[in-house]
């Protein structure tokens, strides 16, 4: 016993924040809508529409271009204080450049801003959730460090104009799976460079992320604003006892969290990735390593920028030393082959195994090698084709019980969750088959009708609950 009172063990700590999450290509369609520019999604996917089950897009999606009321009502309906969503680049600046801005765009969030603090909900904003402006990605996109000077004058404009308004700050939504559009290919652009434009993306958006902050600090620290990334990555466990795959672990979290929170925490990658893709980078007979080298102002520049941890959590993995995948790429280079424990209960996604237990883990590690950084869950959520809700109260229930034992057991600095998501949409290549929402959208009604599921009046009840109030 920690001799902490029971109520701290059921309730979570006062202040905590209950939210929900979207993105914008995945909810707000509107996707050429009042001079608003083409997106790489909007590009590959009139370009192959096969790349989506049944042809599937975001043209129309949940429309919250046109109903942002609509999701600003289940939310508050619901009780969430907090709502976290993403700007599209292309929205506000068509060409993606500041040569040309589009006022209705810029509209639009302000007027979603404004309905979301007029029903006392505090916005978590994105700046960038994967829907680069397409004009960019002609010129290479993320590839070219030109995109980095284009990114932070896009940022300095967001922060002007909503800076005095969102607090909450999110430049890059998983830069993994952004570096994973360009090494591989299950998103835009999909260019399936292996093992290089992975590195070399990625690159870039530290180099952004890392100017963008400093941007921040010189020109709108009065506005007390407090900027993260959302990390992403499995919680990994090892497949055996042994000393190889016990190791594996730390590697799986260093080539995935690792990959970018070391750099913006710490300085520079994580040692073991450095080592092991030169190390591979040389066998291959290139005289320059695939993972880039940062000159060492820049190192000083991208480390230490981020004020809190944004923390996407969803499943864990088993993890053993080995080789797998093509040669080269991001996964051979880690030297760790994953899987699922049977054990795991399966999802409506095959990437999906629902450990609630990873969540609680997870934290710890961030905790221990990041230190006491205020940490806030930016995702957690379980997907069903429409027929589990059920499964979902189950997967939230669990996942919010670990969070408390992070918290007041392990004592990580969780300050809030954003749940994944407020309502159904656009879930990448899985289209509209896969739900993730607590509020169902009939997507076959004009205005997209929004209704509460089983699990949104859940967590109605659970956090009425659960909220330790002033
Ligand atoms: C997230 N993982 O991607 C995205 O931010 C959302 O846009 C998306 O809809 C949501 O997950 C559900 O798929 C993830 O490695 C990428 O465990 C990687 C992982 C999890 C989620």
Same mark, same amino acid.
């Given at each position: 016993?920690?001799?902490?009172?029971?109520?701290?063990?059921?309730?979570?700590?006062?202040?905590?924040?209950?939210?929900?999450?979207?993105?914008?290509?995945?909810?707000?369609?509107?996707?050429?809508?009042?001079?608003?520019?083409?997106?790489?999604?909007?590009?590959?996917?009139?370009?192959?529409?096969?790349?989506?089950?049944?042809?599937?897009?975001?043209?129309?999606?949940?429309?919250?271009?046109?109903?942002?009321?609509?999701?600003?009502?289940?939310?508050?309906?619901?009780?969430?204080?907090?709502?976290?969503?993403?700007?599209?680049?292309?929205?506000?600046?068509?060409?993606?450049?500041?040569?040309?801005?589009?006022?209705?765009?810029?509209?639009?969030?302000?007027?979603?801003?404004?309905?979301?603090?007029?029903?006392?909900?505090?916005?978590?904003?994105?700046?960038?959730?994967?829907?680069?402006?397409?004009?960019?990605?002609?010129?290479?996109?993320?590839?070219?460090?030109?995109?980095?000077?284009?990114?932070?004058?896009?940022?300095?404009?967001?922060?002007?104009?909503?800076?005095?308004?969102?607090?909450?700050?999110?430049?890059?939504?998983?830069?993994?799976?952004?570096?994973?559009?360009?090494?591989?290919?299950?998103?835009?652009?999909?260019?399936?460079? @292996?093992?290089?434009?992975?590195?070399? =993306? +990625?690159? *870039?958006? /530290? #180099?952004?992320?890392?100017?963008?902050? %400093? !941007?921040?600090?010189?020109?709108?620290?009065?506005?007390?604003?407090?900027?993260?990334?959302?990390?992403?990555?499995?919680?990994?466990?090892?497949?055996?006892?042994?000393?190889?795959?016990?190791?594996?672990?730390?590697?799986?979290?260093?080539?995935?969290?690792?990959?970018?929170?070391?750099?913006?925490?710490?300085?520079?990658?994580?040692?073991?990735?450095?080592?092991?893709?030169?190390?591979?980078?040389?066998?291959?007979?290139?005289?320059?390593?695939?993972?880039?080298?940062?000159?060492?102002?820049?190192?000083?520049?991208?480390?230490?920028?981020?004020?809190?941890?944004?923390?996407?959590?969803?499943?864990?993995?088993?993890?053993?030393?080995?080789?797998?995948?093509?040669?080269?790429?991001?996964?051979?280079?880690?030297?760790?082959?994953?899987? @699922?424990?049977?054990?795991?209960?399966? =999802? +409506?996604? *095959?990437? /999906? #195994?629902?450990?609630?237990?990873?969540? %609680? !883990?997870?934290?710890?590690?961030?905790?221990?090698?990041?230190?006491?950084?205020?940490?806030?869950?930016?995702?957690?959520?379980?997907?069903?084709?429409?027929?589990?809700?059920?499964?979902?109260?189950?997967?939230?229930?669990?996942?919010?019980?670990?969070?408390?034992?992070?918290?007041?057991?392990?004592?990580?600095?969780?300050?809030?969750?954003?749940?994944?998501?407020?309502?159904?949409?656009?879930?990448?290549?899985?289209?509209?088959?896969?739900?993730?929402?607590?509020?169902?959208?009939?997507?076959?009604?004009?205005?997209?009708?929004?209704?509460?599921?089983?699990?949104?009046?859940?967590?109605?009840?659970?956090?009425?609950?659960?909220?330790?109030?002033?």
């Amino acid at each position: 016993d920690d001799g902490l009172p029971i109520a701290s063990h059921t309730m979570f700590p006062k202040g905590f924040m209950f939210g929900a999450s979207t993105a914008a290509y995945q909810v707000e369609g509107g996707w050429n809508a009042d001079g608003k520019g083409v997106s790489i999604w909007d590009d590959l996917l009139h370009k192959y529409p096969e790349y989506v089950v049944y042809n599937m897009n975001g043209d129309v999606s949940d429309d919250s271009y046109h109903f942002y009321k609509d999701d600003v009502r289940v939310l508050k309906e619901i009780g969430f204080q907090t709502y976290r969503f993403s700007i599209a680049w292309p929205r506000v600046l068509p060409d993606g450049t500041t040569s040309n801005i589009n006022q209705a765009g810029i509209d639009y969030y302000m007027n979603l801003i404004d309905e979301l603090i007029a029903n006392g909900i505090e916005p978590v904003v994105a700046l960038y959730h994967w829907d680069l402006p397409v004009t960019l990605q002609k010129f290479g996109g993320w590839l070219n460090p030109k995109v980095v000077d284009l990114f932070v004058d896009y940022a300095d404009l967001m922060f002007k104009t909503y800076g005095d308004k969102v607090k909450w700050w999110i430049t890059i939504n998983e830069p993994e799976s952004v570096a994973g559009g360009y090494g591989g290919g299950d998103a835009a652009p999909a260019l399936n460079l @292996f093992g290089t434009g992975d590195y070399l =993306s +990625g690159h *870039n958006l /530290l #180099r952004a992320h890392g100017k963008t902050y %400093r !941007l921040y600090q010189k020109k709108y620290s009065h506005f007390g604003g407090k900027i993260s990334m959302a990390f992403c990555g499995a919680t990994c466990y090892p497949a055996s006892d042994s000393p190889e795959d016990i190791a594996a672990v730390d590697r799986c979290f260093q080539f995935s969290f690792g990959w970018f929170a070391h750099p913006v925490i710490k300085g520079d990658y994580p040692p073991v990735m450095r080592e092991y893709v030169d190390e591979n980078s040389m066998a291959e007979g290139r005289d320059v390593s695939r993972l880039p080298y940062f000159t060492e102002e820049e190192i000083q520049e991208i480390n230490g920028t981020v004020d809190w941890f944004g923390l996407n959590y969803y499943t864990s993995q088993m993890v053993k030393a080995g080789l797998t995948d093509m040669d080269p790429s991001l996964n051979r280079d880690s030297r760790i082959i994953k899987s @699922f424990n049977s054990s795991w209960p399966t =999802s +409506g996604t *095959n990437w /999906l #195994r629902v450990v609630p237990q990873g969540l %609680r !883990l997870i934290a710890t590690k961030v905790k221990e090698a990041y230190g006491d950084i205020p940490i806030m869950v930016t995702e957690n959520g379980y997907p069903d084709h429409g027929e589990h809700d059920d499964l979902r109260i189950g997967y939230f229930e669990t996942h919010l019980a670990e969070l408390r034992r992070a918290i007041y057991e392990d004592g990580c600095n969780i300050f809030g969750i954003c749940i994944w998501s407020i309502i159904d949409n656009f879930e990448w290549r899985n289209g509209y088959t896969v739900k993730f929402g607590v509020v169902n959208v009939d997507f076959n009604s004009p205005n997209r009708t929004r209704t509460l599921k089983n699990s949104g009046y859940w967590f109605q009840h659970y956090i009425a609950m659960h909220k330790l109030v002033e």
